[in-house]
């Protein structure tokens, strides 16, 4: 991708998406839903990161990211969350990076400040363990975007990846735990974890 | 440092034992300075011992001599200051040898000191700093370590050497002139006794600098006496050793010595000697040319290397004074570029034929060896010889079938370089731009004499060498360095060639395009292949499809080329990149201690060539050729035939010449290859980023001095600016005439002295400030000048203190009071109505004015003060309630029974007819269910509402408005705030003023001091902004502000207040933005 003559909502949307896929990466080591032996160690931004071993699972992460990037250009993405689902497929745990891309943002982006800025996320997201929940057995888990508008079907090859989801929802609104934010300009990103409130009807198992 | 514990130099089981029993016992371990120590340093030698331990473990090394002990032994160094090896190698050798290392000095546990450097003072009193211990060089360390064996040291004592090592003298950079003058002897002495061309070749590598004479002697005495008659036991030891490579040739060891020149020991020598014998039943193994090629290259390069060395510094001087010369001269230049390449004429063959005149027309030329049957190949012919076709590069044999008469004479390099030298200065004589090329080549740039011929300059320059030299020169004259170069070729031999600048392009035309310099083989090849072959042919192909052929850089060469264009310069030195030695022929290693040794021995070369050159190198690089898996015998004896080389290189902390340091690293580099030693065939030893000695001795310039005297100055500065700032905040809190308050000026005074000496205090100082009921014992050592007293402060002092400060000041201050006290009379309306339009705007403002004026006459009553203060939180409460209630009226009259109390005391309140005790005790508590219970009905009513009330953006602005808000108004909570959000308060952000809050907060005001209500309504409105501000973008510090306002909350009633007013509104707009409500601390499971 050129990055010269672009906006500075494409060089800032292409270099979220890169950390992106770096902390979805993250946060899939992090909840430990493969075996630690499938990720290698790798520096990014100057931070030890976890990637994907196995080509499928990199695979996925790389392009579920990456199919996004027009999207957050527009800034017709809200929300993206990493989601884990019990056996049922009912939500347990969800990341949630919620973004802004100022549209109206004209001046270039410093590049170096945005990074560092990202870097926080990802250092905070290596020591996050202790406000996760373990995941119950036989679980999955998934990428999730949430739009704005629903993208237009003549849009290119790109969202096409993208299908709706109708993935289970939870009926109370959730607990949230924030872990970390950032305001670059024109970007804002928001992480934090949502739990099932706990008036939430949960079936046990069994 | 010493230990104050005494105990024996191997007590560490008597230290244990001492020092142990307290570790359990006291609750502090250390009960005063010296017990620390103490402990501190059997910790460091258990860790010692531990490391010992493992390392001696790891490398396996056979560092332990026959009684199973280390050879340190018995040995506990301590190392003094910077060494070179470094205190962590020494301490290094020291774990893996069985020695010691102490960190702290101890006349008791250390047996030896090192040290590389001592001041001149404790040099002076040696006996009164080493407290009778031996104080060695670091080098006895390292030497031991490489005998394996205990040396005895007093030969490396520095007192011994510190005539010669303390500070360098004149002399010192006389040296090199000394030690040049006496080689010059040496070459005497060799030349004298070598006549025949059999011990000139032996002889022609004898040691240059630094050997020392007894080696010089013994060697003579050998060379009469042969070999076997040497009595010295050194020499038949290296006999075995030099029988291992007895079956080598002479080539190769002539050159496997040339590289060793400065070997110390004698197995160089040794081993030339040895090889003479049996070399000539050796010479007919030869058969690949190519490989001969190289090693004649290799030999002449090596010998321009040393002589390029030695040009350098001998020409120095000379070319440094030319340049000032050159610069006068230069300013009547007309620039006309004009370039002479000056070329000895069959250099090698000329110089050995100066002593045999009579053979001047005869065909000679000159090779290793005279055998007629060998393969050495001829390094240059003559031109009679050149014209039986004898060419460089032939084999003796070969050559002296296609000329029988051919007289052959080996190397003769002391002659090489005298005529060198001479050839040199007179280059240096008649011009001062001389780049030289080689020993006997070089290029002039004449273009300052601009009113010159030159064909007349070079032909003057030409006689001049022939006349000094006795040999003859050949000069090619034209505008470029190229075109001067080909003139040449067509000028020799003796001969000179002037092109002038129209004459190029038919010159150019029929040359071969191999004939140009930097044309190989290989471009000529594929030239050829397009049928090109002489420049004019070249000429026509456009630039373009030489790009494309032969790439941009080599394209273009040949564009420019065959054009005649060439727009090098004349460099007068070009800067060395690196140093190093390299030999590839006649290594044969049987173990890994032939390999240690010959490493040894190179490296004391390279090491000899940077002292040499005056320059450290960093980095070292280690080329090892090994022989490729399956590859056959080399073609050519003990030659490395098919290899595969390996290089690593490894970068020093500090530049070094040291030979002990750069054999250690190559020695490290070596084992890192994990090869067969008896697989090697060739090593090199190159160092590069060198340095000049002088300037990294001045590596630590920086005035560390200078930085530390920067700090305190920068904390002096922040002080005085936060001492301005607590003079306003407590004036104003003053001049409301608060007598809880009154007590802090003193504090402030005697603080103002103590912040002058006490960096530390501008971190307590706002503490110290506000911990007001604290008594201030120490009396300031220094009083302020009486003008920097704020007698607004002064004043409302305790009589006693004011009395007592008047004694201080001898009585000055009584007189500035009394004058004072007018000039605030007239300004005392003015003071106190600023601070309230702050507050409350135009509404109230008439009514505060009257109030104020009523009291302000009565400013030192106390008692009055805080009436009129009070009356000021009751106008401020009527207004904000009257507003609330009306915009919440309708959710009010909604509540449940419970808030229906509440809401009648709103409705008090509205009216103003509140009493005091009800304001202060009843009110909040009420207003607070009142508000939360609004809030669980319904979201967010209360936190719109604030704002609406004020519309005043408490976070604009920078510093935003609160806090010069806060800072004026008189709750201590809210004036601590703003102080610490001046002080600390970054991009807004909230979270580290509570972090900051949490521990001074119980320090300050305890648990149960009584708030205005008013605080609690101003710290709402500042939060509940605050979660407007950041909502949308920055929810962790949100978080982190909850988390932080719930810590404070439990240690203050005002907190936990503002913390239920504030939770309902930051869950509602959290779930207003995010879908969701924060996770409580309370609520996790």
Not at chain 2, 310 to 330: A, H, I, P, Q, T
Not at chain 2, 860 to 875: D, I, R, Y
Request: hydrophobic letters at 35%; charged letters at 25%; glycine letters at 6%.
């Amino acid at each position: 991708m050129d990055r010269r003559n672009i906006t500075p909502q494409g060089q800032t949307a292409h270099v979220f998406v890169e950390f992106l896929e770096v902390a979805v990466s993250c946060i899939v080591f992090l909840k430990g839903f493969y075996p630690a032996g499938a990720f290698e160690r790798r520096r990014y931004m100057n931070v030890v990161v976890h990637k994907a071993k196995h080509p499928q699972l990199g695979n996925y992460i790389h392009s579920a990211t990456f199919g996004l990037l027009p999207f957050i250009q527009k800034g017709l993405i809200e929300r993206v969350a990493v989601i884990f689902y019990d056996k049922d497929r009912v939500p347990v745990e969800r990341f949630v990076f919620k973004l802004a891309v100022n549209q109206s943002h004209a001046s270039p982006v410093e590049e170096k400040s945005l990074e560092f800025t990202l870097r926080a996320f990802l250092v905070k997201l290596e020591v996050a363990n202790p406000l996760t929940k373990s995941l119950p057995p036989g679980g999955s888990w998934e990428i999730t975007a949430y739009f704005r508008s629903l993208p237009e079907e003549n849009d290119a090859t790109d969202g096409r990846m993208w299908v709706p989801t109708d993935t289970k929802q939870w009926l109370q609104p959730p607990r949230i735990t924030p872990i970390k934010s950032m305001s670059s300009e024109p970007l804002k990103v928001q992480l934090y974890l949502e739990h099932p409130s706990s008036t939430e009807p949960m079936e046990q198992e069994g | 440092m010493r230990s104050s514990s005494p105990s024996s130099a191997s007590g560490r089981s008597t230290k244990r034992s001492k020092s142990n029993p307290k570790t359990p016992v006291q609750r502090s371990p250390f009960a005063d300075f010296g017990s620390y120590m103490a402990e501190k340093n059997r910790k460091l030698r258990s860790q010692f011992q531990a490391e010992a331990s493992t390392s001696s473990l790891l490398s396996g090394e056979t560092s332990f001599s026959g009684d199973g002990k280390g050879i340190f032994h018995g040995v506990s160094i301590f190392v003094d200051g910077h060494t070179v090896p470094s205190s962590q190698e020494l301490k290094g050798h020291m774990l893996r040898h069985g020695g010691r290392c102490e960190n702290y000095f101890s006349r008791s546990r250390v047996t030896h000191i090192i040290c590389s450097n001592l001041p001149d003072s404790k040099m002076r009193n040696l006996r009164a700093f080493s407290r009778g211990l031996p104080v060695l060089k670091p080098s006895w360390v390292v030497d031991s370590v490489a005998a394996n064996k205990l040396l005895s040291w007093p030969s490396y004592e520095l007192a011994h050497s510190s005539k010669i090592c303390k500070q360098q003298k004149l002399p010192a950079f006389f040296g090199c002139k000394r030690i040049s003058s006496l080689k010059d002897v040496e070459v005497l002495s060799d030349s004298n006794e070598g006549t025949d061309p059999e011990s000139l070749e032996k002889f022609k590598n004898s040691p240059l600098l630094q050997e020392d004479k007894a080696l010089d002697r013994r060697m003579l005495q050998r060379k009469r006496i042969g070999l076997g008659l040497d009595t010295e036991e050194k020499i038949t030891g290296l006999l075995d050793e030099g029988s291992k490579i007895e079956t080598s040739d002479s080539s190769s060891l002539q050159l496997f010595i040339q590289s060793n020149c400065h070997a110390a020991d004698g197995f160089g020598e040794l081993t030339n000697t040895k090889c003479l014998h049996t070399s000539d039943v050796h010479h007919s193994t030869l058969t690949d040319p190519n490989f001969v090629e190289n090693y004649f290259k290799h030999s002449r390069l090596h010998f321009i290397g040393t002589w390029r060395n030695r040009y350098r510094k001998r020409f120095c001087n000379m070319l440094k004074g030319e340049c000032s010369k050159s610069n006068v001269d230069s300013s009547t230049s007309t620039y006309k570029t004009s370039i002479i390449h000056i070329d000895m004429d069959s250099f090698f063959v000329s110089v050995i034929l100066r002593k045999y005149p009579e053979l001047l027309d005869k065909p000679v030329a000159v090779c290793h060896s005279n055998n007629s049957k060998g393969t050495a190949e001829i390094s240059s012919a003559n031109y009679p010889a050149r014209n039986y076709g004898v060419s460089a590069g032939m084999f003796v044999r070969d050559a002296k079938a296609c000329c029988p008469n051919l007289v052959v004479f080996p190397y003769n390099f002391e002659a090489y370089e005298e005529v060198a030298d001479q050839f040199y200065s007179i280059l240096h004589k008649h011009c001062n731009k001389v780049q030289a090329l080689s020993c006997d080549e070089a290029f002039l740039d004449i273009s300052e004499f601009s009113d010159l011929d030159p064909e007349n300059f070079s032909s003057v320059i030409r006689k001049e060498i022939e006349e000094t030299t006795q040999c003859t020169a050949s000069a090619g004259i034209a505008g470029n360095l190229l075109m001067a170069r080909l003139a040449t070729k067509f000028a020799k031999p003796n001969g000179q060639c002037y092109i002038p600048s129209e004459k190029v392009e038919s010159f150019l035309d029929d040359l071969p395009i191999t004939a140009l310099p930097g044309i190989g083989r290989a471009i000529g090849d594929k030239l050829e292949s397009k049928q090109l072959r002489t420049c004019g042919q070249l000429r026509l192909i456009s630039k373009k499809t030489l790009h494309k052929d032969f790439g941009a850089k080599i394209g273009d060469m040949l564009w420019n080329y065959c054009r005649g264009i060439d727009d090098r310069k004349v460099e007068i030195l070009k800067e060395t990149k690196s140093i190093g030695a390299e030999v590839n022929w006649g290594v044969r290693f049987l173990n890994t201690m032939d390999c240690e040794h010959f490493l040894n021995n190179l490296s004391k070369e390279v090491s000899s060539r940077l002292q040499e050159c005056g320059v450290v190198a960093r980095t070292i690089n280690l080329k090892v050729k090994r022989r490729r898996a399956g590859a056959k015998d080399p073609l050519k004896f003990m030659g490395c035939g098919d290899c595969e080389n390996i290089s690593r290189s490894m970068t020093l902390p500090v530049a070094t010449d040291d030979a002990t340091l750069i054999q250690r690293t190559a020695k490290k580099i070596f084992a890192s290859y994990r090869i067969d030693v008896t697989e090697v065939r060739g090593v090199g030893l190159q160092m590069s980023k060198l340095e000049v000695m002088g300037t990294n001795k001045q590596g630590h310039k920086h005035n560390i001095l200078e930085s530390w005297l920067m700090v305190p100055a920068k904390v002096g500065e922040e002080l005085v600016r936060l001492e301005n700032q607590m003079d306003t905040t407590v004036e104003e809190s003053l001049s409301s005439g608060e007598d809880q308050l009154a007590v802090q000026p003193s504090g402030q005074l005697r603080e103002y002295s103590q912040l002058c000496i006490d960096r530390e205090a501008s971190s307590n100082s706002l503490h110290v400030n506000l911990c007001n009921s604290r008594p201030y014992q120490n009396a300031s050592p220094a009083l302020p000048p009486v003008c920097l007293l704020d007698m607004s402060v002064i004043k409302d002092l305790p009589v006693d203190i004011i009395s007592e400060m008047n004694d201080a000041y001898n009585g000055k201050l009584y007189d500035l009071m009394r004058k004072h006290d007018e000039d605030q009379k007239s300004h005392a309306d003015l003071l106190l109505t600023t601070p309230w339009e702050i507050h409350k705007g135009k509404e109230v403002k008439s009514e505060t004015t009257k109030s104020s004026g009523s009291t302000s006459r009565e400013l030192n009553h106390p008692e009055k003060a805080e009436g009129f203060e009070m009356s000021l939180h009751q106008v401020k409460l009527q207004d904000i309630l009257q507003i609330k209630s009306t915009t919440c009226a309708d959710q009010m009259v909604l509540t449940s029974g419970s808030s229906s109390k509440a809401f009648s005391i709103m409705q008090n309140l509205s009216n103003g007819n509140l009493d005091k005790s009800a304001l202060a005790q009843g009110v909040p508590s009420h207003f607070a269910s009142v508000a939360v219970d609004t809030h669980r009905n319904k979201p967010n009513p209360i936190g719109p509402a604030l704002s609406d009330t004020f519309k005043i953006n408490l976070w604009s602005g920078s510093p935003p408005k609160w806090v010069e808000n806060f800072e004026v108004s008189n709750s201590l909570i809210l004036n601590l705030t703003a102080q610490l959000y001046a002080k600390y308060g970054v991009d807004k952000l909230l979270s580290p003023i509570l972090q900051l809050l949490i521990s001074l907060y119980p320090l300050i005001l305890g648990s149960s001091s009584e708030e205005p209500l008013e605080v609690r309504f101003d710290l709402c409105e500042l939060l509940l902004q605050y979660i407007e501000l950041k909502i949308d973008s920055d929810v962790e510090e949100l978080y982190l502000c909850y988390l932080l306002l719930e810590r404070l909350a439990s240690v203050s009633t005002v907190f936990s207040e503002v913390h239920n007013i504030v939770l309902p509104s930051l869950q509602a707009s959290v779930s207003e933005n995010y879908g969701g409500t924060l996770q409580l601390t309370g609520s996790r499971d």
